[in-house]
């Protein structure tokens, strides 16, 4: 049974940075294109970053520049780095295969960015 616990949101002011980690278990999670997803208050869930399992990464056009995702296989974590936050990025975000998988979602983490 995988699991996957999503950490590291919080408000921040526009400009800021925070760092969100997804921590999983299961032994496929090296072999696994891991992608992190937000859904914002009265919107759908919406994909905005993923990374294959040799370090291939893809960004959705509005965070491009700006998030970075990283993984370390070793620890079964998957990290996504965002810098120069801005209010529209308030959101629950939480980490998930690509494409995801319906039994892994979590609770996610809830980030605000304030103006």
């Known amino acids: 049974q995988v699991q996957l616990v999503e950490s590291g949101g919080g408000l921040v002011q526009a400009g800021g940075s925070l760092r969100l980690s997804c921590a999983a278990s299961?032994?496929?999670?090296?072999?696994?294109?891991m992608a992190w997803y937000r859904q914002a208050p009265g919107n759908q869930r919406a994909f905005v970053a993923d990374?294959?399992?040799?370090?291939?990464?893809d960004y959705a056009d509005s965070v491009k520049g700006r998030f970075t995702i990283s993984r370390d296989n070793a620890k079964n974590t998957v990290f996504l780095q965002m810098n120069s936050l801005k209010p529209e990025d308030t959101a629950v975000y939480y980490c998930?295969?690509?494409?995801?998988?319906?039994?892994?979602w979590g609770q996610g983490t809830q980030v605000t960015v304030s103006s």
């Open positions: 299961g032994s496929i999670f090296s072999i696994k294109t």
């Open positions: 998930n295969t690509q494409p995801p998988t319906y039994d892994y």
């Open positions: 990374i294959t399992g040799g370090g291939f990464t």
